[in-house]
């Protein structure tokens, strides 16, 4: 199998391609929130960035739009909001353009938090290969 360049781990990004083949994936408004708001909902992403990040969450709008263009004026005051609430327990918040996104129905922001240390980082990269010697 031929595994795509991502920033999941390589264990991460065969569950993920097994979960899409399977048509198991689930829609982000259906995932559990961590924190719900009254326009936005904080998810954790079921298939995390985790070779550069110890923590991935989502932030996304309760109304299911395509892009930010399509929010609303009071989603966006919200999300400035929440985006303020937030900054001390995530290290960046992104997003990917149109062209990168693998869900590209539901507009969402990625909020992610680095490892503390490399040693952290390559205890995850070496369980990541240690699984793979299992299967």
Known sequence: MNIPMSLRTEAGELEYAKARANNQLIPLA????IIQYKHWRLITNRFPYTTIFKLHDM???CRVVATRAQ?????????HSILQELENQYSLVFENFSAQRSIKGHYHL?????WSSRSE?????????KQKEVA
């Open 30 to 33: 259906d995932e559990p929130a």
């Open 59 to 61: 932030l996304i709008p």
């Open 71 to 79: 929010l609303n004026a009071e989603e966006l005051v919200e999300l």
């Open 110 to 114: 990625h909020l992610a938090r680095y």
């Open 121 to 129: 980082m390559i205890m995850v990269s070496s369980q990541d290969l």
